[in-house]
């Protein structure tokens, strides 16, 4: 069993950036894909970045390539989301996942934990 807890949301103005942390308890972190998901206001929750048990793979929606960088620490239990040049469209409330299956999948159903979220709001 894995718990997950987030931190690091907050208000920012448009271009800003912001540094999302997720913090597992648990000796079996490094045994997870570990993900970032994210819910807008009215819309379905969508995949934003993973990252593989090594953290040597990683895969971006392509909505926040090249803004949004996924890491992690297993030495820290801990996956980061660094989000850049942050859009009013980036505002949402964001998750951290565990997939055990290590298949990097994008799709929600292969991750069994989840994290509470945290909120992202970008002004413009």
């Known amino acids: 069993q894995v718990q997950l807890v987030e931190s690091g949301g907050g208000l920012v103005q448009a271009g800003g950036s912001l540094r999302l942390s997720c913090a597992a308890s648990?000796?079996?972190?490094?045994?997870?894909?570990m993900a970032w998901f994210r819910q807008a206001p009215g819309k379905e929750r969508e995949f934003v970045a993973l990252?593989?048990?090594?953290?040597?793979?990683?895969d971006y929606a392509d909505s926040v390539r090249g803004r949004f960088t996924i890491s992690r620490d297993n030495a820290k239990n801990t996956v980061y989301l660094q989000m850049n040049s942050l859009k009013p469209q980036d505002t949402a409330v964001y998750y951290c996942a565990g997939d055990p299956t290590l298949t990097l999948q994008r799709s929600e159903r292969y991750y069994a934990y989840w994290g509470q979220g945290t909120q992202v709001t970008v002004s413009s």
């Open positions: 648990g000796r079996t972190f490094s045994r997870y894909d």
């Open positions: 990252i593989s048990w090594s953290g040597h793979n990683t």
